[in-house]
C-alpha cells in the first residue's frame, strides 16, 4: 500500500499537468491594434492561471502581411507576470496596423522559471480580432 500510494500521486499530478497544458496556463491574447502616427501598436492581455510566478517569458513574435510576406520580426517581454494575474503589454511597430495580416509566434526565446519549450507547449493563444489571426 506503501508504494501504490506514491504511484497514484504520481499519476494524478502528470495527469493534471497534463489537462493544464491542453487549456494553456499562460495565455496570450491579441485584443486590440492601434494606429498610431504611421505606425502600429500592438496590444496584448497576458493571463498567468498557474500557482507560479513568470519573470520572464520572451516571445519571438513574426508579423506577415496581409500578402503572407513577413513584415516584422521582433522579441518581445510579456513578463514578469505574477500567478493567477492579468496584465496588458503594448508593443509598436513601424507599419501601418492595415498591412498586418497575421502574426506568428515563432518561439519563446526565454521562460523563468522553466525552459523555453515547456513554455511554448503551456501558451494558448488567441484573437480579439477576426481579421488578424495570431499563432504558433
Known amino acids: 500500500m506503501r508504494v501504490v500510494l506514491p504511484v497514484l500521486l504520481g499519476v494524478q499530478l502528470l ?3 497534463a489537462a493544464l497544458a491542453a487549456e494553456g496556463t499562460f495565455l ?4 486590440t491594434v492601434e494606429s498610431v502616427e504611421n505606425r502600429c501598436r500592438l496590444n496584448f492581455v497576458i493571463e498567468n492561471k498557474s500557482d507560479v510566478a513568470v519573470d520572464s517569458m520572451k516571445l519571438d513574435l513574426v ?3 496581409s500578402n503572407g510576406g ?5 522579441l518581445t517581454e ?8 492579468t496584465i496588458v503589454r503594448a508593443f509598436v ?11 506568428l509566434v515563432n518561439e519563446v526565446t526565454a521562460c523563468a522559471p522553466g525552459n523555453p519549450n515547456g513554455c511554448l507547449d503551456e501558451l494558448a493563444l488567441s484573437s480579439r ?6 499563432h504558433k
Open 78 to 85: 510579456m513578463g514578469p507576470v505574477r500567478s493567477l494575474k
Open 15 to 17: 495527469a493534471q499537468h
Open 28 to 31: 496570450v491574447e491579441l485584443n
Open 93 to 103: 511597430i513601424d507599419d501601418e496596423c492595415g498591412q498586418i495580416g497575421s502574426i
Open 129 to 134: 480580432l477576426k481579421e488578424l489571426r495570431f
Open 63 to 65: 508579423v506577415f502581411g
Open 70 to 74: 513577413i513584415l516584422r520580426r521582433l
